[in-house]
């Protein structure tokens, strides 16, 4: 069975940092590009970062040169590092799989991360 399961959010203050983990299993990890997705009350779900299966990077620019995407493919685990954070970044963080060649996907359940002002 197939689980991303996240871990790291919490409450911390505005210039702040936290780091986001999402473990994987039953998948083969290295295969898929990983990317982290937030969502707060009243928005969209938004992409946040993603890592394909080879290294490639890709930011939204609301997070640019603050977040730091990552994957260590030995511990089957994809990572967000999140400075300077801002109110606006308050929202639930979501761990996302996929398969590009079968279009096949997965999600975590989320994780919150709240910033205060």
């Known amino acids: 069975q197939v689980q991303l399961v996240e871990s790291g959010g919490g409450l911390v203050q505005a210039g702040g940092s936290l780091r986001l983990s999402c473990a994987a299993s039953?998948?083969?990890?290295?295969?898929?590009?990983m990317g982290w997705y937030r969502q707060a009350p009243g928005k969209q779900r938004e992409l946040v970062a993603s890592?394909?299966?080879?290294?490639?990077?890709n930011y939204a620019d609301s997070v640019k040169g603050r977040f730091t995407i990552s994957r260590d493919n030995a511990k089957n685990t994809v990572y967000l590092q999140m400075n300077s954070l801002k109110p606006e970044d308050t929202a639930v963080y979501y761990c996302?799989?996929?398969?590009?060649?079968?279009?096949?996907?997965?999600w975590g359940q989320g994780t919150q991360v709240t910033v205060s002002s």
């Open positions: 996302n799989g996929r398969h590009f060649p079968t279009s096949r996907g997965y």
């Open positions: 039953g998948i083969m990890f290295n295969m898929y590009s």
């Open positions: 890592i394909s299966s080879g290294g490639m990077l």
